[in-house]
């Protein structure tokens, strides 16, 4: 494709974008030149190794992506609302769905849920920072080049429209030619290896730098699935690692790894893809769980129930995520041993996942509860997640998936999976650790309306799928005659997705108010919570604890607080050692951006000259010995004593 | 000093055993990597459409050479650590010398094997099974590449630092690296090329 072809022409709503995204880019710069924010933003965040401002930029992203995916979502949902309705035509609606689906799962999910691991995790084990603070910002910019590199795609050059799983041989050059699925290969590609190396630092992380005294059995329960979930990613992603760069390999190089001639196997695909995509859904719903068993443990004022037991079901799941890949394909030619079989371990993962939905319901039995916003998100969570395990079961038994397989009935069971497990636990850990992050909460009352707008347009939407899907709508579907009788409940969905995104709405509204408004005299504790980062200021400060605490049984905040210990000694101060930030990670991930965009266009010659900066970025990261620096004692006790009072 | 019991030099700070078990995790995750990479090329391998086969074209004699030079450079990775834990600067650059070039050797010889496998019409793109092929030992040949590179960084560093704690642990993490590319390499010397010729 040559350069004066790159920029997509002929569709309006495209066209409308392109120029909303000239405005608000030139608007930004000059707003941000205006307020003389260039060096704070660069000092400050650009250049940071701090594991929670890392977070932030990690949720803060999340959250600009869920706006992207929704607005997909809600043109889907406009354009099925009626039959035979013409607001995308064929092509478009193949783009949304499929940028859609990568946007939500790739960068909305896992972002949220990467993020929230980034702030919280070194906090509850009494840590100063991850095991490589550079590493953990070099794995943040390679996400976010990533999703930046997949959203241009739709203004730069055309979106990929094979769908999110890009099923060969539709997704090869063949059948799908131009610049869109380049897109998908090397964007995911970019953002992947992020997301391996962030798995890499927590499993070493947690390992390694748990404070003293915190043995396996003391961790808390988010901490634990995080780790386990940074276990998936490091034995899953590096075979989508592959599986892209075979897709690479075909689509600009001409080779036959899954193409129907010479040789190729597509089917090769679909199994490398979901070896690597059914445990993607447990790497993004393992730490949801963690976030719900920390936030009903908090407010129903009780320790987990069955802590043990909670451990071993997440390792069960992990263990069995890997084994039941091929039920995403019964219905493509396996012998009916090799599907008994996968029904059989997709059926045993139900027992891990059961056992957890009643440690939480023992958790709140007489539990004294408080119904905080977060909590809210908790108690919805438990039915909702419930109706899509169920559908899961009925999917996973394969002579009946017959019946199922690509219809809305599956569309509407992992929605139901993915938004309460997924997406109702990043709310409930947004107003949950909010006051640590920020040092203010959320408002409550914003809160209660974000919560009843989400989850009852989220019914809506997702219910009346079930229905369709049962009558036989296949999904991906982008039109349908009136006869089918299925307007009324589509119709019904596409009000339901209004309300949704009232509710979301709400939430940026609620996030705009707090800041604005939002008491901040909270106090370092403000839910009486059980886990140590409640120990330390709110917000954290940069060093994390002053003294790191000595843990001596689980829960151990909540224990520490009623004796009275949490005091801090001025005795045992001594310098804090921390790193120095860099600005090898953003220099380094926009050098490969770069060669990523060209790739995409297949300009060698350009990439090639471009790839020069990766290798300066790497030879310059060698020769770094950069050793941090060391916050002195009085430094340290000023800050404490800031919100401590006076030290004993 | 080998009979004391006393933690190796790379081995001394916290920030370096942090390193060294980031490295085997990342090592772990290198081990999916190229599982992938083989069972995708299992799949293949019979794939050879209208292109040649493994035993027509595979030169065992070539093979054999390159899978010499490899293990020993393995072997001379290993006498390099030996010179840096016995603080002897000098013998760990000759050894590392030793390795690169033994390395550099054996990507000589794959790229002559290459251009043999394209004169013999086994293109990247003739056939599944090339397409298998080439990208299983291209990612080993890419990755022995940048072990190169890598190690000759660190050779300017030791030069310029000396084996200090922070030296060590580097290089030590490198020599991981190293070893690994040769674990990989016996599996495809046994799994690729033998397998190809019998069966």
């Not at chain 1, 250049?47 to 930029?57: A, Q």
């Not at chain 1, 120990?535 to 689980?554: C, G």
């Not at chain 2, 010397?189 to 033998?194: E, G, I, P, Q, R």
Request: with cysteine; net charge neutral; proline share 4%.
């Amino acid at each position: 494709m040559s350069f004066d072809e790159i920029l997509v022409t002929g569709d309006p709503l495209i066209f409308a974008s392109q120029i909303a995204i000239g405005l608000t880019m030139i608007g930004l710069i000059a707003l941000i030149t205006y307020l003389k924010r260039w060096k704070w933003l660069w000092s400050e965040w650009f250049t940071t190794v701090d594991h929670k401002k890392i977070g932030i930029m990690y949720i803060i992203s999340g959250v600009l992506m869920f706006f992207r995916g929704g607005v997909d979502g809600l043109l889907m949902k406009a354009q099925t609302s009626r039959p035979g309705l013409e607001v995308l035509d064929a092509q478009h609606y193949d783009e949304i769905f499929t940028t859609h689906g990568v946007i939500m799962i790739l960068f909305m999910a896992m972002p949220l849920l990467i993020g929230v691991m980034n702030v919280v995790v070194p906090l509850q084990i009494g840590a100063r920072d991850v095991a490589f603070p550079k590493l953990n910002a070099l794995s943040f910019w390679l996400f976010f080049v990533g999703a930046m590199l997949f959203n241009v795609s739709f203004v730069l050059g055309g979106s990929p429209d094979a769908g999110w799983t890009s099923y060969f041989p539709l997704a090869g050059k063949e059948f799908t030619p131009g610049v869109g699925n380049n897109y998908y290969a090397i964007a995911i590609q970019i953002a992947g290896i992020g997301t391996l190396a962030t798995g890499i630092n927590f499993v070493v992380t947690i390992l390694k730098m748990r404070a003293p005294g915190m043995t396996w059995m003391r961790m808390p329960m988010f901490t634990w699935t995080s780790f386990i979930t940074s276990i998936i990613i490091v034995a899953a992603f590096p075979i989508f690692t592959i599986a892209l760069l075979y897709m690479t390999f075909d689509r600009l190089f001409g080779t036959h790894f899954f193409t129907v001639a010479s040789g190729g196997d597509p089917m090769l695909w679909l199994n490398l893809f979901w070896l690597w995509g059914h445990p993607e859904v447990y790497i993004v719903v393992l730490p949801a769980f963690g976030m719900f068993s920390e936030v009903i443990a908090t407010f129903a004022r009780k320790n987990l129930f069955g802590y043990k037991s909670m451990v071993v079901s997440v390792a069960g799941i992990a263990f069995l995520s890997m084994l039941v890949w091929v039920h995403h394909f019964y219905t493509m030619g396996n012998s009916a041993a090799v599907n008994s079989i996968f029904s059989l371990t997709t059926m045993m993962i139900a027992i891990p996942t059961g056992v957890k939905i009643f440690n939480w319901l023992f958790t709140l039995r007489k539990g004294r509860i408080e119904f905080s916003t977060s909590m809210l998100w908790a108690l919805a969570f438990i039915p909702c997640f419930t109706i899509g395990g169920v559908t899961g079961v009925m999917l996973a038994m394969a002579a009946a998936d017959y019946q199922y397989h690509n219809t809305m009935f599956l569309v509407a069971h992992f929605h139901y999976v993915l938004i309460p497990g997924v997406v109702f636990a990043v709310f409930a850990a947004l107003y949950y650790w909010w006051p640590k992050m920020f040092g203010f909460k959320l408002n409550e009352k914003i809160g209660k309306w974000h919560f009843w707008l989400f989850v009852i347009g989220f019914n809506m939407t997702f219910m009346p799928m079930f229905f369709v899907g049962l009558d036989g709508m296949s999904r991906r579907l982008y039109t349908y005659s009136e006869s089918t009788g299925w307007g009324a409940w589509l119709g019904f969905s596409a009000i339901g997705s209004l309300i949704l995104a009232a509710g979301f709405a709400a939430l940026c509204y609620n996030i705009y108010w707090s800041f604005r408004y939002a008491p901040r005299d909270v106090g370092s504790d403000p839910w009486h919570a059980r886990t140590l980062e409640w120990m330390t200021a709110s917000p954290a400060p940069h060093y994390n604890f002053a003294v790191v605490p000595e843990v001596e049984q689980r829960d151990d905040f909540w224990h520490k607080k009623k004796r009275e210990e949490t005091g801090l000694k001025k005795a045992d101060l001594k310098p804090v050692h921390m790193p120095n930030n860099s600005w090898m990670p953003i220099f380094l991930a926009s050098a490969i951006g770069l060669v990523g965009f060209f790739l995409v266009f297949e300009w060698f010659t350009l990439a090639i000259i471009a790839s020069v900066g990766i290798v300066i970025g790497l030879i310059a990261n060698s020769f770094d010995y950069d050793d941090g620096y060391h916050i002195p004692v009085d430094e340290l006790e000023e800050e404490e004593r800031e919100w401590r009072g006076d030290l004993k | 000093m080998s009979s004391h019991v006393e933690t190796p030099l790379e081995y001394r700070s916290e920030q370096s055993q942090m390193n060294i078990l980031g490295f085997w995790i990342f090592l772990g995750a290198e081990i999916v990597l190229f599982s992938t990479l083989f069972a995708s090329y299992f799949v293949l391998e019979h794939n050879t459409a209208d292109g040649p086969a493994g035993q027509d074209i595979f030169i065992l004699k070539d093979v054999l050479i390159e899978t010499f030079l490899l293990l020993t450079s393995s072997f001379t990775c290993g006498l390099a650590i030996h010179s840096m834990r016995n603080h002897n600067l000098k013998g760990l650059l000759t050894w590392i010398v030793i390795t690169l070039l033994l390395g550099a050797g054996f990507l000589y010889m794959e790229i002559n094997e290459f251009i043999h496998y394209v004169h013999e019409g086994a293109t990247l793109q003739t056939s599944g099974f090339t397409a298998g092929f080439f990208t299983l030992l291209g990612t080993h040949g890419a990755h022995v590449t940048l072990g190169i590179g890598w190690i000759t960084l660190l050779i300017i560093q030791l030069v310029k630092r000396g084996i200090t704690e922070k030296t060590a642990s580097k290089f030590f993490i490198a020599s991981l690296y190293w070893h690994f590319l040769d674990v990989v390499w016996i599996f495809i010397f046994t799994f690729v090329y033998l397998k190809g010729m019998v069966m």
